[in-house]
């Protein structure tokens, strides 16, 4: 049922882009990016509702493929700030069941 | 923005006792919570989902009887920990939900089995 993340690790130099791939082996529902720093609960980021949508958030943006049951994020000109595990988060069916992907551990340096 | 809150942040117990934990929505009615354990370096993995006034919807693998969960109001859930061992261990997330589709999380529970 896990969603599975790619890829599992990467390191940034600050500046750089990045892009964080989410898939599924069940139809979507809706698609949510999650960001969870060391020791702390996730915060989310964005939540996807429909096939094809893409939304953005300053220089973080996600898209979201129902035929394919994936969902991309995009990290553009990336920070230090961005440092964290990058989490999607799938709903599954009619909404009630909810699955977070592997996880992306995201490192930016200066 | 919504707040959810849990307590204890922080628990340390003795092997065999039972812990209970908390997690509230503070500005919001939670028609569904979740709860999620994570392991170190894991992602986090869905327990259970809880409805207000019905019983809980477990994972496969986890246990109903070990992990008590009652979502007795709309603004609270509380998960029990009952007989716990130090495998147990792990930090407790908990999610609430009210009409629409965004998950607002709890801080978590770093639980500790000794």
């Known amino acids: 049922q896990q969603p599975v993340q790619s890829p599992q690790a990467v390191i940034l130099r600050e500046g750089e882009d990045a892009v964080i791939n989410c898939s599924s082996s069940?139809?979507?529902?809706?698609v949510h990016w999650y960001r969870q720093k060391h020791g702390e609960a996730p915060v989310f980021l964005m939540i996807?509702?429909?096939?094809?949508e893409q939304k953005g958030h300053e220089k973080i943006s996600a898209s979201f493929n129902e035929k394919k049951q994936q969902s991309s994020l995009y990290l553009t000109a990336s920070q230090l700030s961005y440092s964290g595990t990058y989490f999607c988060?799938?709903?599954?069916?009619?909404?009630?069941?909810?699955?977070f992907g592997t996880g992306t551990s995201l490192t930016v340096i200066p | 923005g919504a707040v959810v809150s849990q307590h204890p942040s922080r628990v340390i117990c003795k092997s065999g006792t039972s812990v209970k934990i908390e997690c509230r929505s503070l500005?919001?009615?939670?028609?569904?919570m979740f709860w999620y354990r994570q392991f170190p370096k894991q992602s986090l993995m869905l327990m259970a989902t809880?409805?207000?006034?019905?019983?809980?919807?477990?994972e496969q693998g986890v246990e109903k009887d070990k992990f008590l969960i009652n979502h007795a109001s709309l603004t609270l859930s509380t998960l029990t920990v009952t007989s716990a061992h130090p495998e147990d261990s792990s930090f407790y997330i908990c999610?609430?939900?009210?009409?629409?589709?965004?998950?607002?999380f709890g801080p978590g529970t770093r639980l500790t089995v000794l």
């Open positions: 999610s609430a939900r009210g009409n629409g589709n965004t998950q607002y």
């Open positions: 996807l509702l429909k096939g094809g």
């Open positions: 500005d919001f009615q939670a028609t569904t």
């Open positions: 809880s409805n207000e006034g019905s019983k809980a919807t477990y």
């Open positions: 988060g799938l709903e599954i069916g009619s909404g009630n069941q909810f699955y």
């Open positions: 069940k139809a979507l529902y809706s």
